[in-house]
């Protein structure tokens, strides 16, 4: 069985630039999440889909922050614009539908904003 | 919400010796994993546990829910355990809360 998969793995852009994250997760796996992991630091999620609705973002900086998921499969996390504090490991996980399943890491995108 | 704490923050070993790693949480949770990261930033799942004991290979975890704790053991260490074990915990609805980890360095 297939893992999550993640691209770019490593992304390098200046402040006030724009990235954007993609995310595959596991195949039957209904809900996904975005984490974002400072350095040195646990992740701390920042939102998370079920299927193609969005169930919680309340930690998301939706100022600069956008995440969607077509179809309820793939999802793209967007910023728009960068920060320096944005520096950071973006994770994307996903379990299947019911909260308290085991959730699946990606390998991240390790994002260097300069 | 839920607070998790890990202790201890760093340990060193010496290749062969065996280590606990301690997760409090401070609620009733209904959902607890442990994580390792490796140094190449991949979180792999090592034990979906929120309650009872599982073992797998050298890795061993135990969750006394009442008392609002996990364990991991890791038994004749190799190097190639070193990295970030994280755990994780989630309580009813709310979302999912990750400790800051434990720095495992495994010397040869």
């Known amino acids: 069985e297939a893992g999550v998969a993640q691209s770019p793995r490593y992304k390098i852009i200046e402040k006030r630039q724009s990235v954007a994250f993609w995310c595959n997760p596991i195949?039957?796996?209904?809900?996904l999440y975005w984490y974002q992991q400072i350095l040195g630091q646990g992740p701390k999620l920042l939102i998370q889909?079920?299927?193609?609705?969005?169930?919680?973002d309340s930690q998301l900086p939706k100022d600069r922050f956008s995440a969607e998921r077509l179809k309820g499969v793939d999802s793209t996390l967007k910023i728009q614009p960068a920060k320096l504090e944005d520096s950071a490991v973006y994770l994307c996980?996903?379990?299947?539908?019911?909260?308290?399943?085991?959730?699946?890491f990606g390998p991240g995108t390790r994002l260097t904003v300069l | 919400g839920i607070q998790v704490e890990q202790s201890p923050p760093d340990l060193i070993l010496q290749e062969g010796a065996n280590s606990t790693l301690r997760c409090n949480f401070s609620?009733?949770?209904?959902?607890l994993q442990w994580f390792h990261q490796n140094p190449w930033g991949q979180l792999i799942n090592l034990f979906y546990?929120?309650?009872g004991t599982k073992q797998n290979g050298r890795l061993s975890a135990t969750t006394v829910a009442t008392e609002r704790y996990s364990l991991l053991y890791i038994s004749s260490s190799q190097t190639t355990d070193s990295g970030v074990y994280f755990c994780?915990?989630?309580?009813?609805?709310?979302?999912?809360?990750f400790g800051p980890g434990t720095r495992l360095s495994v010397l040869p």
């Open positions: 996980a996903s379990s299947l539908v019911d909260r308290n399943n085991e959730q699946f």
């Open positions: 195949s039957g796996h209904a809900t």
């Open positions: 889909f079920q299927n193609n609705g969005v169930v919680d």
């Open positions: 609620d009733s949770v209904n959902n």
């Open positions: 546990i929120p309650s």
């Open positions: 994780a915990a989630r309580r009813g609805g709310q979302n999912f809360v």
